[in-house]
């Protein structure tokens, strides 16, 4: 069983940053994928971004691009969303997930935290 914990949300300003963090224990966590979604309220949960387990990133929304970033340290077992230049529309409950089996899609999800973006 693999637990994934997000942390690092709250209440910024636009045009500040914030670095998330998601902790996933239990596994192997240097052999998964990990994404992060969000979903604001209202809204559909979106992907944001995700990173392979030697470091590639993919699949950034478009409004993320140029402003986040995903970094992973294996060693600790942790994967970071780096978030710049925040906008109002980036507030969300941000969500992180793992890929644990190869071919197989998201089947461990975060609690969730929340960002938001005050203008």
């Known amino acids: 069983q693999v637990h994934v914990v997000e942390s690092g949300g709250g209440l910024v300003q636009a045009g500040d940053s914030l670095r998330l963090s998601c902790a996933a224990s239990?596994?192997?966590?240097?052999?998964?994928?990990m994404g992060w979604f969000r979903q604001a309220p209202g809204k559909k949960r979106e992907f944001v971004g995700s990173?392979?387990?030697?470091?590639?990133?993919?699949g950034f929304l478009d409004s993320a691009k140029g402003r986040f970033t995903i970094s992973r340290d294996n060693a600790k077992n942790t994967v970071y969303l780096q978030m710049n230049s925040l906008k109002p529309e980036d507030t969300a409950v941000y969500y992180c997930?793992?890929?644990?089996?190869?071919?197989?899609?998201?089947?461990?999800w975060g609690q969730g935290t929340q960002v938001t973006v005050s203008s």
């Open positions: 997930a793992a890929i644990t089996r190869v071919g197989g899609g998201y089947d461990y």
């Open positions: 239990g596994g192997t966590f240097s052999t998964y994928t």
């Open positions: 990173i392979s387990p030697s470091g590639g990133t993919t």
